[in-house]
């Protein structure tokens, strides 16, 4: 496995890095985490991904992680020396698109070693919980899977790589040889009773228990919080009382708000009708914990006997965004003596082998990769 971190961020020398990474025997896939700030366009970067002779996967995120250290601008390149299978899934928002058939179509690959499964999906896009639950109902919980939401907090833009060009509202899911262990936590804890969910649409909320969702999330979080809405931005605020949908025995699957649209809160990732959430609350500390957990569930998940090769971080850019500059101590608080890279997502991905693939916001997620 060769990690490379390009740090200029400039199309020209994202296209020389592709190229000096694509030339190495040593590779056989790539996988490639660009920043938001480099402000990649099909029209500044698609050459370079179509010329590249070796398949390619990836996308744009807020920021990258490499060595410890995050970074708004720049690239990291993770060359594979096992070859991959890259399975791209287009229009996930749009209602006709029919996750399972496309899916379904892969199962002869299920011939083959797949340990470690990669999966990334614009995190703007409509319909993630539908297109999550189609994986898991096409290959079960076999796989290890682990990934996240590319794009910006600011709206939706092309930010998938796909070997035909960047793309917007599109998913890859990459199944590989490499063996792994993956852990998922997040260190919020509710502050409030279970509410109901009585209205919404896909990520949109627009009731909770019979009222306007805004007005039931305010009278929750104004007191405990000691702000007001009606003096800081919603997100300012939001930002520190994530929403979590409760599940049996595990911890709360979360849901970031992230912003208000009159009475109804728009969040990452679908709150379906009839579930009940919790508002949720966290400090430094609690996070942070979150983050240790889940390193150390990868690691005691990753198969005995094999050769661990590096670390693979996943974090929320809302927890970055809330933790500010305790971030630092929550990426060295995952740091060892492995190689790390990642990406701060728009939502996280993952599954062990042994749970329900779930689609996360505000949630850390340590993949130990072998190969």
Known sequence: MIIRFEPKGTPEAFAR?????????????????????????????????????????????????HEGRSYSRGTVMAGFSSPVRVVRIRNVSDGGTDFEEVLEKETAFSDGPRRMTFVFVDGMSRRISAFTEALFDSFGPSLNYVGGGAGSLSGRKPCIFTPEGLVEDGALVVFTDIQGGVGAAHGWSPVSVPIKVTGSRLNVIDSLNWEPAFDVYRRVVEPHS????????????????PLGIGRLDAEFVVRDPLMRIG??????????????????????????????????????????GAEKRALFFVDCVSRALFLQDDFTRELAAVADSLPMFGALTVGEFANNGREYLEFFNKTAVAAVLGE
């Open 17 to 65: 890095s592709l190229r000096d990474m694509c030339a190495s025997e040593e590779v056989a896939s790539i996988l490639l985490l660009s920043c938001e700030e480099n402000a990649f366009t099909p029209e500044r970067v698609d050459t370079a991904l179509r010329g590249c002779p070796k398949p390619l996967f990836g996308g744009v995120f807020p920021g990258v992680l």
């Open 263 to 304: 009475e109804s809160i728009v969040c990452v990732g679908e709150v379906p009708e009839g579930s009940f959430v919790s508002v949720l609350h966290g400090d430094a500390e609690s996070l942070l914990r979150g983050a240790v957990r889940a390193k150390q569930a990868a690691s005691e998940s990753f198969p005995p």
């Open 226 to 241: 000691g702000r007001s809405f009606g003096s800081e931005r919603f997100f300012d605020l939001a930002k520190a009382y």
